[in-house]
């Protein structure tokens, strides 16, 4: 049981000490301790990458937080590559001052020097280096994740991807090696070679990682940025082994160039291509492959430059001939590797989709046909119809064009329900060439109609040249009414005027049964009708049908046929629970039809707070799937013009709008000093808000309690649109990370958050933020905000009264609250904000000012009862009603 830092201090003082023994052996050159010590030295070096790697992670795990750690992980990356290349262009003068032999004291005395720094960081930031003691504990086995089917195969294509990367790399050093000592005179001259060389490398390095490794990631993309390096190994592999300027320039240049790309571009992309893994097994997976493979991969390589190289020489192989025979299998191995990584691709979009990652298949670029034939694929490896069922929705959602061409062939062996979504998905996109299944599928006689009244809609909108005449069998005689339904709707689409008023009187007809499933059908053949004509006498007395069902069809049908005297219709449609779903649906078909009616509801002052913003969030919908721009510009206008609940609303609505077209246009109409004045209004709604709290003073009632809880809301709810607005500025996927972490509350969450927030935005008023997402009271929160909104200390009734006059910036909850605490306290608030807020759209902010006024002004409520009784919320009309039959009771003359 040993403390950390004298772990960590061990570990680095062990790992210099065998350079010693190295340095003892070099004396005797030509003999077996000579032979060895080179040998131990090259294993040596091998392990103490990793072992520096491990102690240097736990050192600045130790010193520097999370927000530290990355701040500073590109200068210590840099830093190793110009410790490099420094080392690399020092070694010629060191080894002509210091001979061969003592350069490797240099390394020791270099070694020891780390060892005591780190031994002065440990004292001198002693309280990053708790005494805790460290115990071994015995590592478990390690053990295979549980995977199977596409994962399984895909972890073995890891393992093939890292092991033919590693084999290659043991085989391309080992020739350089030997073309180094063939080629150069002694041990010094190679070293001096091996120094200026590594110098060169280190640079070259450096300026890639610093200047080009993200820029080819961003332009070529994830794999073929990683097909790079197996490219060039093999373009030099060959060059090499036909060696037209030589071998020994053929294998310098061929480890030249692995060596760069290997730990600039493929250690920078590989850890991506676990991202398909699912999630929970993703660190364990990559755990395992990176363990297991590099060392198997290790060993086989030695154990093949072995064979390789004793079987050539029994058989008395020519040197330069063995260094072909090496080149090729390089460019043999260079080609594997560019199998694997092909194959990678392939099984790496196909987990996506099984993971149903949408947002990362999107990012990965691949083109439809690839999704098609990765979906399809997926849905013949499926075992259940939930499964198939699944993937039929992750096709109709990825690529609806290639629906029809994916699930056609497969829809007759599909089970009824599997047919009826398949059959819906393909409606969307019909086409010709996948007809001859559907035809197929509409002959069986086993069929359930409404199978059978999709395979009609299908064949009819495919077919180019439609025979209408053949639906009249299904229009007069005996038939499902789910067939009649689509065989009207077909007729009205397509027909003639002589056809078409035949399919409206039977139209009629259905819009009349008392059968309520015929009335239901006959709504939904009425949305394929070009206009109501003759059929809108129906529609008031259908909206007010019995059947919800009958109401909500009727709703998609005045959308379908653009009826402008029934929009209000729409709009009611909102107000009720059983309609909401549908008119919210109609809404958005109508698209920029639906605009104005949709901003006159929103902006309607006497409409209820949710009513209102819904009305935000479906013009937010219109704007995700209309062509043009006008939803977003109309949002994008009022964004400035509202607060609170409003702005939240409309910002939500731009950024979730596809393409950052919701951003483009709002920058656009607002530009960077819009958005920077809505940050600082919000933060001066924040400061008022932490002053109420803190003016208010502590919660000695219950309503004091509810007005600091809703005072919390309040600020919780500013620092939400705080993070909506920035995302009009920042990568929207950072800020998101920030919010979670912040508004999670934890100390570790908050750290998290402040540290992605202060590496995200450059905001004039970026350390206000950082500084009230970091404090934790109100009073420090409010000391941040000081310098923004001076804060000056207030009794609590004129801090009331400020909320109440300012309360278009506060939620209905906040301000309700405040007129409870007013009531409780005898406070007098002014008239003017007493009577507005009596006329307030929602309910309990009006029953809270009536409680208030029963105790403040009742000469003033009793005359006000009258209209009070007729108030449409059946609290605030109860109340009145107690409160009149209370004065009546009491003889009171006020």
Not at 86 to 112: E, I
Not at 142 to 149: E, F, H, N, S, T
Not at 316 to 330: K, S
């Amino acid at each position: 049981m040993v403390p950390l830092r004298w772990v960590m201090l061990l570990v680095s003082l062990g790992i210099s000490l065998p350079l010693l023994l190295f340095w003892w052996g070099l004396e005797f050159r030509g003999t077996f301790w000579f032979r060895a010590s080179v040998f131990a030295a090259k294993l040596w070096t091998e392990a103490i990458y990793t072992i520096s790697y491990v102690n240097g992670d736990v050192a600045a795990n130790q010193l520097f937080n999370i927000r530290e750690i990355k701040r500073t992980f590109p200068i210590v990356s840099s830093g190793v590559m110009v410790a490099e290349a420094l080392s690399g262009f020092s070694t010629p003068l060191m080894l002509r001052s210091l001979g061969l032999r003592n350069v490797v004291l240099a390394a020791l005395l270099a070694l020891l020097l780390a060892t005591a720094l780190l031994f002065y960081i440990s004292l001198r930031y002693r309280q990053a280096f708790p005494h805790t003691t460290y115990s071994y504990a015995e590592d478990g086995e390690l053990a295979l994740p549980k995977i199977q089917g596409n994962l399984k195969k895909y972890v073995g294509l890891l393992f093939g991807f890292f092991m033919v990367a590693q084999v290659l790399l043991w085989i391309v050093e080992t020739q350089y090696y030997t073309q180094l000592e063939i080629n150069l005179p002694s041990e010094e001259a190679i070293a001096s070679f091996q120094g200026l060389y590594r110098g060169v490398l280190g640079s070259s390095r450096l300026i890639l990682q610093l200047f080009g490794s993200s820029r080819i990631v961003e332009r070529l993309g994830i794999f073929v940025t990683v097909m790079v390096p197996p490219t060039f190994s093999l373009v030099f592999g060959v060059l090499a082994g036909l060696a037209p300027f030589g071998l020994f320039a053929g294998f310098v240049l061929l480890r030249g160039f692995d060596d760069l790309f290997r730990y600039t571009i493929v250690a920078n992309t590989s850890p991506i291509l676990f991202q398909a893994v699912p999630e929970q097994l993703r660190s364990r997976v990559q755990s395992f492959v990176r363990g297991i493979a590099d060392p198997t991969a290790t060993g086989l390589a030695g154990v093949l430059i072995l064979f390789l190289a004793e079987g050539m020489r029994s058989q008395g192989v020519p040197l330069p001939v063995a260094a072909r025979v090496f080149a090729g299998l390089c460019a043999v191995l260079a080609a594997a590797w560019l199998g694997a990584i092909w194959l990678l691709r392939k099984g790496y979009i196909e987990l996506l989709v099984q993971g149903m990652e949408r947002r990362q298949l999107g990012q990965a670029g691949f083109g439809s046909r690839e999704v098609c034939q990765a979906v399809s694929d997926a849905f013949l490896r499926a075992e259940t119809d939930a499964d198939r069922r699944v993937f039929v929705e992750l096709l109709a959602q990825l690529e609806p064009r290639g629906a029809s061409e994916v699930l056609a062939p497969m829809v007759e062996r599909m089970s009824p329900e599997l047919q009826e979504r398949a059959l819906t998905s393909m409606l969307a996109y019909p086409d010709v060439r996948h007809l001859e299944p559907i035809r197929r599928l509409l002959q069986r006689g086993d069929l359930p109609p409404s199978v059978r009244a999709l395979c009609l809609r299908y064949v009819f909108l495919a077919e180019p040249y439609p025979d209408v005449n053949s639906l009249r069998q299904y229009i007069q005689g005996p038939c499902d009414p789910r067939i009649r339904s689509t065989a009207v709707a077909m007729v009205l689409r397509l027909g003639n005027p002589l056809q078409v008023a035949e399919a409206t009187n039977t139209l009629r007809q259905m819009l009349t049964s008392p059968d309520e499933m015929a009335r239901i059908l006959g709504c939904r053949a009425l949305a394929e009708a070009a206009y109501m004509q003759s059929l809108r006498f129906y529609v008031p007395k259908l909206l007010q049908d019995p059947s919800v069902q009958v109401r909500q069809e009727l709703l998609k049908a005045i959308a379908a046929t653009r009826e402008e005297e029934y929009f209000p219709s729409l709009l009611r449609g909102l107000r009720y629970r059983s309609t909401r779903v549908a008119a919210t649906q109609a809404l958005i078909a109508l698209g920029d039809d639906a605009i104005e009616s949709l901003v006159g509801l929103a902006e309607d002052p006497h409409e209820m707070d949710t009513h209102r913003l819904r009305a935000w969030q479906i013009l937010g919908a219109i704007a995700d799937t209309s062509p043009t721009y006008n939803a977003a510009t109309a949002l994008a206008t009022r964004l400035p013009q509202h607060w609170n609940r409003h702005r939240r609303a409309i910002a939500k609505a731009l950024v979730r709008i596809p393409g950052d077209v919701g951003i483009e246009i709002t920058l656009e109409r607002m530009g960077r000093a819009g958005i920077e004045m809505l940050v600082r209004q919000e933060l001066c709604v924040m400061a008022m808000v932490l002053a109420a709290h803190e003016d208010c003073g502590p919660a000695v009632s219950t309503e004091a309690a509810l007005l600091q809880r809703a005072l919390d809301m309040e600020y919780s709810d500013g620092f939400d649109r705080l993070f909506l607005l920035m995302k009009f500025l920042y990568e929207p996927l950072a800020i998101q990370a920030a919010a979670f972490h912040i508004l999670a509350g934890t100390g570790n969450a908050v750290a998290r958050g402040v540290e992605i927030l202060d590496n995200a935005i450059d905001l004039p008023t970026k350390h206000l933020i950082l500084g009230i997402a970091d404090k934790r009271q109100p009073g420090d929160r409010l000391a941040i905000l000081d310098e923004l909104a001076p804060y000056t200390p207030q009794p609590p009734s004129t801090r009331l009264q400020d909320l109440v006059e300012s309360r278009h910036c506060l939620t209905d909850w906040t301000l309700a609250c405040s007129f409870h605490l007013a009531r409780q306290q005898r406070w007098g608030l002014p008239a003017a904000a007493i009577l507005q807020c009596l006329d307030h759209p929602t309910g309990f902010v009006r029953e809270a000012v009536v409680a208030y006024l029963r105790v403040v002004s009742p000469r003033v409520l009793q005359r006000l009862l009258p209209r009070l009784q007729q108030d449409r919320d059946p609290l605030v009309r109860r109340q009145a009603g107690v409160l009149a039959a209370y004065f009546m009771a009491n003889n009171h003359a006020h």
